[in-house]
């Protein structure tokens, strides 16, 4: 069972190392294409919020998300296959931010066929949070390994 359950991380956690090699061959000194995606929907997302909040967001570098991000997928991937607890909470963080932001519902209309293409995509990235939930779950409910103590024999002669 316990090799199936690293294969079974691995597996998993592939899809977040994979993306952060990928990122990461491609940041160069813009961000790479990561950064170019980003910058719109940041700009939008920082306009919604000050105007709903009534205060001026400050500029975000859209570079230092992406390293955030690339560093959260990375590290936690890694840790994540050795069954890391703190692996797998990198990776819920790193779904937490990047997903409102690559996700703007709030920007279209279900009315609009524009609105059906991001959906399949959201929704892949609620089922990683939802798996990464349940392995967090596992983690905390797992029984407690006991030793099992050897008793003593009276010996008789």
Same mark, same amino acid.
């Given at each position: 069972? *316990?090799?199936? %359950?690293?294969? #079974?991380?691995?597996?998993?956690?592939?899809?977040?190392?994979?993306?952060?090699?990928?990122?990461?061959?491609?940041? #160069?000194?813009?961000? *790479?294409? =990561?950064?170019?995606?980003?910058? %719109?929907?940041v700009a939008v997302l920082r306009r919604n919020l000050s105007s &709903?909040?009534?205060?001026?967001?400050?500029?975000?570098?859209?570079?230092?998300?992406?390293?955030? %991000?690339?560093?959260?997928?990375?590290? *936690?991937? $890694?840790?994540?296959?050795?069954?890391?607890?703190? *692996?797998?909470?990198?990776? $819920?963080?790193? $779904?937490?931010?990047?997903?409102?932001?690559?996700?703007?519902?709030?920007?279209?209309? !279900?009315? &609009?066929?524009?609105?059906?293409?991001?959906?399949?995509?959201?929704?892949?990235?609620? =089922?990683?949070? #939802? =798996?990464?939930?349940?392995?967090?779950?596992?983690? /905390? /409910? %797992? !029984? +407690? +390994?006991?030793?099992?103590? &050897? /008793?003593?024999?009276? +010996?008789?002669?």
């Amino acid at each position: 069972m *316990g090799f199936f %359950s690293f294969l #079974g991380r691995l597996l998993f956690a592939s899809i977040f190392i994979l993306s952060a090699w990928q990122m990461f061959n491609e940041f #160069g000194n813009n961000g *790479g294409l =990561a950064a170019v995606e980003l910058s %719109s929907k940041v700009a939008v997302l920082r306009r919604n919020l000050s105007s &709903k909040l009534g205060v001026a967001i400050p500029d975000i570098d859209v570079r230092h998300l992406v390293a955030i %991000s690339l560093s959260l997928k990375g590290i *936690g991937g $890694l840790l994540f296959v050795f069954g890391s607890r703190v *692996g797998a909470s990198l990776l $819920l963080l790193q $779904l937490v931010i990047i997903t409102p932001v690559l996700f703007d519902f709030f920007n279209y209309s !279900p009315q &609009k066929p524009t609105f059906g293409i991001p959906l399949p995509d959201f929704l892949q990235h609620i =089922a990683l949070f #939802g =798996a990464l939930l349940f392995f967090l779950g596992m983690k /905390t /409910t %797992s !029984p +407690k +390994k006991h030793t099992k103590k &050897k /008793t003593h024999k009276a +010996k008789t002669h």
